[in-house]
């Protein structure tokens, strides 16, 4: 039997309910509305100012929502039902969530990627690479600021969870970092920054990836290529400007007493451990970029990067002989999880971002800024960035951001691949600086630094990589 709520958690429960009836009672006077304008409009009409200002409160009360801490599933799907209720109906928005809920080109490359990251962690590997990675950084105080978060930055590109990469690489980096001198909140920012700046994105297997593979008909390893300049410019310029406000920050700051020398104890590396997260990517990337190769070319779609997945489980079996009885149930643990914490964030996001379609808004908004370009691709940052930052997940207003602005590209005269990448970019960034994101938590917990003092360290720097990476798009703007 479960403890009875603190008083402060039921207050908040308290306050989140009553958030959302109110939120329900001003949608359904809204919806009344948009019911008779489209009544006056005629049969067959094009729908009302009301549908618009409808879709407009709609996205305003999500925002606001997600903000109060409402969770992003729940704040987006109640905002898609108004939506559909007033053009294409209920069942059209069951339709959508059902397909989307069975999308193999989402849920087989991100299940499949979440499970091979449990099988790393099983049998060890994770842990492996982490060492590889961080043994040049001993010795070397002086690169313990870049060299920390470049590592956090190529983990992730296997471990497609931010806060799963903090938890891996931070009980190895963190002791390290404090060895050389850096406090308990700049070491949090090194883990921070590192895990969630953006590595994912060199992952075919990663959510953006997937899903702007899936707008612009291209495969992943070749929309990982294509994300590539766009991904170095934002978080070299980002990383660059954090190293500067750390060593400026260096000066003021008093050595910290040094850990325990077993925190500093260094294990042996297995190599093949420490190859075996790379081995899919690896091979996806070579599939992309040289040709297919004996492995994938008989596979095509989501089946080719489950392929390379169940290659790399097999290498991590094969690494941690005594692990292999438990490959299997760890795997679809992994999937599970990455169902309920990725996938189900993709099906609200298409849901909701379907129901702001059908009200013309997207097609108002689009029409608008068709002269400006460059105006576009602001939007196409700010927006996911902010949402990022007061939900605490990029997945969402990424997902959603892409489903609004790629099929409009052409029109707006701006490349697509270009437009998803500032898109996947900014809610990486926004999600970075979010006091309710679950990296953020965890770079805290295992540094022992505030997370508020962490986010002020990161937020400077990643404000300079955003206006980096803005600049970079819209140079390469056609």
């Not at 609200?348 to 460059?374: K, M, Y």
Request: proline share 7%; net charge positive.
């Amino acid at each position: 039997m479960s403890e009875p709520a603190s008083p402060p958690d039921a207050v908040r429960r308290a306050q989140r309910i009553v958030f959302a009836m109110v939120v329900v009672a001003v949608v359904a006077a809204l919806v009344v509305l948009g019911r008779r304008e489209r009544a006056r409009a005629g049969a067959g009409g094009p729908s009302g100012g009301a549908v618009v200002t409808l879709a407009v409160v709609v996205l305003a009360g999500v925002t606001v929502a997600a903000f109060r801490g409402v969770d992003v599933r729940l704040a987006l799907f109640l905002g898609a039902i108004p939506l559909f209720l007033v053009e294409a109906g209920l069942p059209a928005m069951l339709k959508r969530t059902v397909a989307e809920m069975a999308n193999a080109g989402t849920v087989v490359p991100i299940c499949s990627a979440m499970g091979f990251a449990h099988v790393l962690r099983l049998t060890g590997c994770d842990q492996h690479l982490v060492r590889l990675l961080v043994r040049p950084l001993r010795g070397l105080r002086m690169l313990l600021v870049p060299g920390g978060v470049v590592a956090g930055y190529l983990i992730n590109t296997t471990i497609v969870s931010q806060a799963a990469t903090a938890a891996v690489l931070g009980p190895i980096l963190v002791p390290l970092l404090a060895a050389g001198g850096l406090r308990p909140a700049m070491a949090g920012a090194v883990l921070l920054l590192g895990s969630s700046m953006g590595g994912e994105l060199y992952n075919p297997g990663a959510v953006e990836i997937r899903k702007l593979a899936e707008l612009t008909g291209q495969p992943g390893a070749q929309v990982v290529a294509r994300t590539i300049p766009l991904n170095l410019t934002a978080c070299s310029v980002a990383l660059l400007a954090f190293w500067a406000l750390s060593t400026r920050r260096a000066h003021r700051q008093a050595t910290v007493p040094l850990p325990p020398a077993e925190a500093l104890a260094e294990p042996s590396i297995n190599g093949f451990k420490a190859l075996v997260p790379l081995l899919p990517i690896v091979l996806l990337l070579a599939d992309g970029l040289v040709g297919p190769n004996a492995i994938t070319r008989p596979l095509e779609g989501p089946s080719k990067i489950l392929a390379a997945m169940v290659i790399g489980i097999v290498a991590a079996g094969l690494a941690d002989i005594r692990s292999v009885g438990r490959l299997a149930a760890s795997f679809w643990e992994g999937a599970g999880q990455g169902y309920y914490h990725v996938i189900s964030l993709i099906v609200a996001a298409s849901t909701f971002a379907e129901g702001v379609q059908s009200t013309g808004l997207v097609g108002l908004a689009t029409h608008s800024i068709a002269g400006a370009p460059a105006a576009a691709m602001v939007v196409a940052m700010v927006i996911p960035w902010a949402l990022a930052l007061v939900s605490g997940t990029g997945i969402a207003p990424a997902v959603a951001v892409m489903e609004f602005f790629i099929p409009e590209a052409d029109s707006l005269g701006l490349d697509p691949m270009t437009l998803g990448s500032v898109a996947a970019l900014g809610a990486h960034f926004g999600r970075t600086m979010s006091p309710a994101a679950a990296v953020v938590m965890m770079s805290a917990r295992i540094s022992g630094g505030g997370p508020r003092q962490i986010l002020r360290l990161v937020a400077p720097a990643l404000l300079i990589g955003g206006a980096g990476l803005l600049l970079r798009a819209l140079m390469g703007a056609r």
